[in-house]
């Protein structure tokens, strides 16, 4: 039978709030702080409905970006790669199917 090693600390401790990390906690902060700056910047500018527009948007875009996580990463390093093109790895054709693992004649 064979056996498995399980972690029983599954839970990451890191956490802060709400399940977010140190980083995600910084990174939602930041954005609100954007949100209300450009609500003071624009105040005399646009209409109200305009102006929660904007805000909404910028915040929502922000906090998203910094929030989710695809496969461990942040949104921002998988648009990067994903944006960088195919990831090409060298082919090295030594191994099994190399002329050098043939049997020969003398052996």
């Known amino acids: 039978m064979i056996k498995v090693r399980v972690t029983k600390n ?3 401790k890191n956490e802060v709030a ?3 990390t140190r980083a995600q906690v910084i990174i939602t902060i930041i954005g ?3 949100g209300l700056l450009e609500l003071k910047l624009l105040k005399g500018v646009t209409s109200v409905d ?3 527009t904007i805000v909404f948007f910028t915040m929502t ?3 998203f970006g910094g929030i989710v996580q ?3 990463t942040s949104l921002m390093s998988t648009l990067t790669k994903s944006l960088k093109g ?3 790895r060298p ?3 030594e191994g099994v199917y190399n002329d050098e693992n043939k049997p020969t004649e003398n052996q």
């Open 32 to 34: 609100f702080i954007i």
């Open 70 to 72: 695809i496969n461990g």
């Open 10 to 12: 599954i839970i990451r």
């Open 18 to 20: 709400f399940g977010l």
């Open 61 to 63: 875009i922000f906090i």
């Open 86 to 88: 195919v990831d090409k």
């Open 91 to 93: 082919y090295n054709k």
């Open 50 to 52: 305009v102006r929660m």
